[in-house]
Nanobody
Framework: VQLQASGGGLVQVGGSLRLSCASSGRTFSTYTVGWFRQAPGKEREFVAAVRSDYSTRYADSVRGRFTISRRNAENTVYLQMNSLKPEDTAVYYC????????????????????WGQGTLVTVSS
């Protein structure tokens, strides 16, 4: 299974971006897919995740500003990011796993088997 993240770029504070995570897997609809990000000098952190039943979880820092969604017919998961802040600047990675995870497990990057290459989001002030 390959995941490919795209959609990053340079945006001003308060702006929006939509990231995409495209999969080559035939059973994509069964996957749990998460977005993580890593800023320079910091550890990778959880952003959002969506399960096969479309249930979602968000990090407190992005709840209300970011929306994760999936379109199984397109084998793609999206991360709509609004009201961007400088602290959202990071490389964003999508990750997947072929089984359902309990809610508490969604935030741990070690629980995901497949990773995309990352896409850089820069929010300028």
């Amino acid at each position: 299974v390959q995941l490919q993240a795209s959609g990053g770029g340079l945006v001003q504070v308060g702006g929006s971006l939509r990231l995409s995570c495209a999969s080559s897997g035939r059973t994509f609809s069964t996957y749990t897919v998460g977005w993580f990000r890593q800023a320079p000098g910091k550890e990778r952190e959880f952003v959002a995740a969506v399960r096969s039943d479309y249930s979602t979880r968000y990090a407190d820092s992005v709840r209300g500003r970011f929306t994760i969604s999936r379109r199984n017919a397109e084998n793609t998961v999206y991360l709509q990011m609004n009201s961007l802040k400088p602290e959202d600047t990071a490389v964003y990675y999508c990750a997947g796993n072929g089984y359902r995870m309990i809610t508490s497990a969604l935030t741990d990057p070690g629980n995901y088997n497949y990773w995309g290459q990352g896409t850089l989001v820069t929010v300028s002030s």
